[in-house]
């Protein structure tokens, strides 16, 4: 009989100059932290995770499948941003390492910046200013309009689209909006069966749908021509969904009054790297470096949530809003002692785990089990383990991918 591993405290790594709150989460946990400012690389990065079972890290930092693969302590990864691209998830996944984004922590970022965007293009304010920093004093309330009783087409209606039809709602324009998906209509939102349908009818389009691939240019010449006239278009979703080209030609044209525009199809890698792109000097045209989401409050939001889910991983098991594994969340039963065993998703796999823990004479507490593609993952509160020989046999089970205890 082997004796009980002696707990070591959790180790996390958070690169990148995550927003401090991250680290006093952990602190507060017991877990010790180590900070870097900057983005780690291959063999850097693997080195850094000796020893770390939690690795933060936003949108800079490769986590590669060499990474993963090398970095054997590594059970966590967060990035405190909204994407995961940086993340090799299948490799992720199949070593049974969780990942976790903040899926909706800069939402109400973008909602205020929309909201900012449409008032000011509704008010033609950036024509208004650019004019007085001329010297010239263009009094006039020609093409200015209250927003009260225009009509909001909002394209997408998922987490900011549904919180920009409350607000907007409560500046009293009329929102209708078009998805994919069915959408509870908030408020006095009318859904509309069609993009065309709210094409039509909108004084303001906005687009807030996802990066699928299949949303590549989905707003092009024949959407802007269905657009009504002296209408106002937005877009603070993704880039390659917009043919610039179509935009610009609209704008020339007198056709749209104005618009707004956060993300493009190429954004420059760094701040000394010139912005090109065919909608500069466009009068009542505001554009803006990808900063819908960029505010203080939103980056303390992401490392608040995401510190959040990690500590819940580590210390509990806990992944609901895994980017990767299936979601399982259990109440721990007091005084126990919790397995955590990440396995091939295959039948019988729950059978055989009891199995060895009532071989072992241990009385299972509480346990739940979750299936996601190929993984599974089952979650067991025992009596408290007085030797390590349980987690052995689980361990050698040929299902077993991952295993740890939590005492
Ligand atoms: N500008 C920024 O800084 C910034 C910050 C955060 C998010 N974003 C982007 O904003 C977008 C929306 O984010 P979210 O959190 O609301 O996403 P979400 O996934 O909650 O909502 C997207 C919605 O769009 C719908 N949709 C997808 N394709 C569609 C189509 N072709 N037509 C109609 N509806 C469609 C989906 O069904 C979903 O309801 C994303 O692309 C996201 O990357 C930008």
Redesign the pocket.
Known sequence: MTTPHTVEPLRALLLEAIHPVAAERFAAAGIEVEQVGRALEGEDLVSSLKGVQVLGVRSGTQVTADVLAAATDLRVVGAFC?GTNQINLPTATRNGVAVFNA??S??RS?VELAVSEIIALTRRLTVQDDAMHAGRWQKSAKGSHELRGRRLGI???????TQLSVLAEALGMHVRF????D?LALGNARRCRS?EELLADSDVVTL?????A??AS?FGEEQFARMKPGSIFLN???GFVVDHHALRAHIESGHLAGAAV??FPQEPKSPGEEFVSELRGLPNVILTP?????TEEAQQDIGNFVAGKLRDYAAEGNTSLSVNLPPVSLPRALGTTRVLLLHTNTPGVLATVNGVLADHGLNIEGQLLGTRGSMGYVVTDVAALDSDDVVDALRALPETVRLWVLR
């Open positions: 909204i899926p909706f800069n939402t973008v394209v997408g209606y998922g987490n900011i689209g078009y998805d994919t998906a959408r993009l807030h749908v996802d990066g699928r299949g949303n989905l603070l979703s993704r956060d993300v990808h900063v819908g989401g960029s």
